[in-house]
C-alpha cells in the first residue's frame, strides 16, 4: 500500500513538472510526448525513491515491532523469541552492529540488538511462574 501511494504521488508531482514552464525551458523540453525528458524522469524517479526511503522504511519498522510484541504477548515465551532472532541474524549473516544513520534510511526490520533487548524486557516484566513438578 505504501509503495501504491509514493507512486500515485510520484506520478502527480511528475505531471505537474512536466507542466512547468520553468523546467521545460531549463531542461528543454517541449512537452510530455518530447523524448528528452525520459533522462530527466529517470532521475527523478531514482533519487525520489531514495529521498522517501526513510519514511517507508520507518513505517515498516513500526509495523514489525508491533507484530514482535504481539508474538511476545501472544506466546509469553521471551527465550525462544530472543533464540529465534540470533539464530536468523546468524543464518543471514546480518551486521549486529550496523550503521545507525543506514539502518535508520534503510532497515525495513528493527535491528536486531533492539529485537532482543525488547524480547529481555518483556522477560524481565513479565516472569513464567515457576512450575509445580509433580511425581509420575
Same mark, same amino acid.
Given at each position: 500500500?505504501?509503495?501504491? *501511494?509514493?507512486? *500515485? ?9 512536466? &507542466?512547468?514552464?520553468?523546467? &521545460?525551458?531549463?531542461?528543454? +523540453? ?11 524522469? *529517470? ?7 531514495? $529521498?522517501?526511503? !526513510? ?6 519498522? %513500526? +509495523? ?16 525462544? +523469541? ?10 543471514? &549473516?546480518?551486521? *549486529?552492529?550496523?550503521?545507525?544513520? $543506514?539502518?535508520?534510511? %534503510? ?14 524486557? +518483556?522477560?524481565?516484566?513479565?516472569? &513464567? !511462574?515457576?512450575?509445580e513438578k509433580t511425581d509420575p
Amino acid at each position: 500500500a505504501m509503495a501504491s *501511494l509514493s507512486i *500515485l504521488l510520484g506520478m502527480a508531482i511528475l505531471a505537474l513538472a512536466v &507542466k512547468s514552464a520553468a523546467l &521545460k525551458s531549463f531542461f528543454g +523540453f517541449n512537452g510530455p510526448g518530447d523524448l528528452t525528458i525520459i533522462p530527466v524522469l *529517470l532521475f527523478v524517479i531514482s533519487y525520489g525513491s531514495i $529521498l522517501q526511503a !526513510p519514511l517507508e522504511s520507518g513505517i515498516s519498522r %513500526y +509495523f514489525e515491532r508491533q507484530a514482535d510484541r504481539e508474538a511476545l504477548e501472544l506466546t509469553g515465551d521471551a527465550a525462544s +523469541f530472543i533464540s529465534c532472532e540470533i539464530k536468523l541474524h546468524g543464518i543471514n &549473516k546480518a551486521d *549486529l552492529l550496523q550503521s545507525p544513520f $543506514l539502518h535508520w534510511w %534503510y532497515g525495513s526490520h528493527p535491528a536486531a540488538l533492539e529485537r532482543i533487548r525488547v524480547g529481555e524486557e +518483556f522477560a524481565a516484566n513479565h516472569p &513464567k !511462574p515457576a512450575q509445580e513438578k509433580t511425581d509420575p
